[in-house]
């Protein structure tokens, strides 16, 4: 199933996003030891890279089914923290 050009460019601000906190995470993660603020960030950013990988899974599997991607959602943190990677 071909994604609509809105569906493209929705999921590419997601992905956008991601690549943001991965660099923030990258930048956190090679300073060796943190300041509380910056450990506090770091689990902050990681978390809600755990968010969006989740809505970028629930949005293609919504595409595979022939559902609306847009009908996906931020799930909160205490939901994506239970998965297993």
Known sequence: MEKSAAQRQS?????AHVEKLVDE?????????RSAAEHDRLARVQVELDQCWDLLRQRR???ETGGDPQQAHLRPPEVVEKYIG
């Open 11 to 15: 999921e590419q601000q997601v992905l």
């Open 25 to 33: 995470e990258r930048q956190l993660l090679g300073q060796g030891e």
């Open 61 to 63: 599997a919504l595409v």
